[in-house]
């Protein structure tokens, strides 16, 4: 039986190294990608040591996330936020994920130290006398840990309840909002007779395979408890191969357990286990998109630069198309020959196969029955490679992400009459600021409801007109707007929903962050002085500072006493220093120093393109002759146009600089004990100690500002 497979469609399994290499949309007609990160799909995998299943799901075309508390950067093979997930906060920022709807599946295998079996294999030593093993911490009468245990064991036990606890509720929650999920351990740990694991949601299911049959060594016995049916995770070992054998073992040198080295998944595992996710999504609507170039691969394109290596986009796939065989009872062939045996035999000579997989399905009379399901590359002709390669356009001739609003102003600017740019810029002005007067009443009402100190920073700034304006041109970052409350400097950034996924999770509390204000206080001095060794980057430093007093960017200076009774005692400096940029001396404060940049947990990466958005952006301007308009707004290049004599083709520049960008923005007035900054002068003994009531350059307010300055970029009139 042979199914054809549309082409494009996502490989399950390449054997070629890296990144899968798949057709990406060819870029014939120069089609230009949206930078939208929206519509992929997104693996979260829990307790997910060197990573193998996220990258696994990743070169199937999908998004993962790994979390671990421990991240070896040698041996993670996909990308890992390092967390702890026995932390609450952390805990809760998984399970708000899961309510948004930001996870699509989730693998879970909790650490199984504590509920292993293997405590109880005696240990027989270098002379066969039997040692003592590490005493089991669980049995059957007692599988949330034994009552007397002590010290070190019981706290082990406690941490892992925990994991055990919250991996429950990842798996309820998953039931309830059906998202797929697989949660591995072995088979007879402890860990499933445990109270976490009873009453388990109806929807559940135990599928047991043999690792062996996965690239194990060994013969390990694994469940899988999951809410789905995945006929790729069934295999029970055949007995055709050797095992190596259980217990102690000599692993680098020193005598292990040999649980512990067959903790990790072997390769072939993880693809199995990748791919049963991806089925499930399929099934669920959600296919897996094949990896498109990175927005700031595509950014550099666009201004000219040839990337490297696996950077650069794949023009032509390795192969025309994909076909999937069922078969049984028959060996897969490598590659399709003259003499290949049936099922085979109709595919198209040399192709090669590219993954194979073993399924357990219910035969005619209900008996089970394993089935290999294998997919075929079929490559061109040489004839059909090249009549394909002549439709081709090189990438760095062909808009790369280039801002759909702006394409959109480029493209009308090149199209209308002079006058009718000019009316259209004026009509647009005027609504605005009609709109702006309609809001002003309204505007007056929000900023009753604002702090004094925001009030002030943000004055004669139209914050409700902004927001219009950010709705008109779909901007789609919903929080935004919390910036007229202040930026915040601590705790949790909410998201814009336009950066791709990262959970960078604070490494203190905000509550820690307090009880270290004492240490702090202690500390500034002598931090200060360390960074006044310069006289004159000390002295431009402090004038700066002056003149901040003066334009009232910050308040002050006070003393210690006096911040002390402001804030209850509780506050915290960071130390203010200078660096020379440019021949300029630049002041900036140090909020890492004294751990308040740690307090911040942070769910999304900043994608910044700089200089390469600028110039892509004027190129395609430029060579905006060539855009081609389709009906239904999609823009591409048409090269046999054409070049006509444009204004754009002497494109001039102008830099509009946002002057001092940060201090337009206010700092939430509750992180106020958090931003003081401190600065000595080498006169003096005391450090000049000053509130800061803008927004300054601090771990959380990059965040902000790229997000306002994207929207901006959006709302900006042409
Ligand atoms: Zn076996």
Redesign the pocket.
Known sequence: MVEDFAEGRVCFDDNAEGPLHEETSPIQVGEVKNSSTKGSVLLLDIFSGTAGVTAAFTQLGGEALGLDHVVDKNRVKGPVSKVDLCKAQNQQIVMQWLDEGKVDAVMLAPPCGTSSRAREIPIIGKNGQRRRAPQPLRNSKWPDGRPSLKGLDAMKVRLANKLYSFTRRVIDRCCELSIPFICEHPQRSWMWETSFFQSLPAICRFQCI?S??YGGRR?KKTALLMNFTARNLLLT?????S?LPWGKTLHKGKSVFSTSTEAEYPWPLCKQLASAFALQLQQLNKPLQPATTGMDVSQRMGAGVQPRGKLSPLLVAEFKCKVLVTSSGVAVPREIAADTHAPFQGIPLSSKCISSRTEIVNGDNGEKKEVQISEFGVYRTPEEFLAFATTLIRPLDSPQAVDQSNLRAIVSIRDWEKSEVVSFRTDALKHYLNLARSLSVEEQNFRAGLDDQVNEVLGGKRLLLFKQMCIDAKVGDESLFELTQGFRLTGTMNDSGKFPRKLKPAGITIDQLRKSSEWAKKMIHSSCRKVSADAEVAEAVYQETQQQLQDGWVKGPFSGQQLDSKFSGCWIPSKRFGVRQGGKIRAVDDFSEFLINMSVTSTEKLALYGIDEVVNTARAFMCSSFLHVSSDGSYAVDWNKDPSNGPWLSLKCRALDLKAAYKQLARHPCDAWASILAKVWWSTTNPLLCLLVRCWLSCASTGWLERFASSWQSCSLW
């Open positions: 043999h062996c049959m013969l070992c055949d007995n055709k191969h095992h």
